[in-house]
């Protein structure tokens, strides 16, 4: 099981820290690559971020780069999502995803095997 949390109420430029934890169908959480995924209302989900198994390579969305940061800790099984300079758009709710094929990490969500339940995000003009 996947769990996220994390999420809360900010005002823009604000900032919140996400966290996944957890174990993976039997595996070590840390053979797998993560990522944040976020789904506004009326919008479809769209991919936020991700890291592969080591920590080593990461990526971002055009709209998240250079305000988000992804990181992990493989000795706590956890992988963190640091949000700053938070904006209205940001609103989301914001779920984690293992991806059994952890050497990169990869943006499309049929890559990823198991889903955490979300954790809300609200951004207040």
């Known amino acids: 099981q996947l769990q996220a949390s994390g999420g809360g109420l900010v005002q823009a430029g604000g900032s919140l820290r996400l966290t996944c934890a957890g174990v993976v169908s039997g595996r070590t959480f840390n053979n797998y690559a993560i990522a944040w995924f976020r789904q506004a209302p009326g919008k479809e989900r769209e991919f936020v971020s991700s890291?592969?198994?080591?920590?080593?390579?990461?990526d971002y969305s055009d709209s998240v780069k250079g305000r988000f940061a992804i990181s992990r800790d493989n000795d706590k099984k956890m992988v963190d999502l640091q949000m700053n300079s938070l904006k209205p758009e940001d609103t989301a709710i914001y779920y984690c995803a293992a991806d059994a094929y952890g050497v990169a990490p990869r943006r499309a969500e049929y890559e990823y095997d198991y889903w955490g339940q979300g954790t809300q995000v609200t951004v207040s003009s």
């Open positions: 890291i592969d198994w080591s920590g080593g390579n990461t």
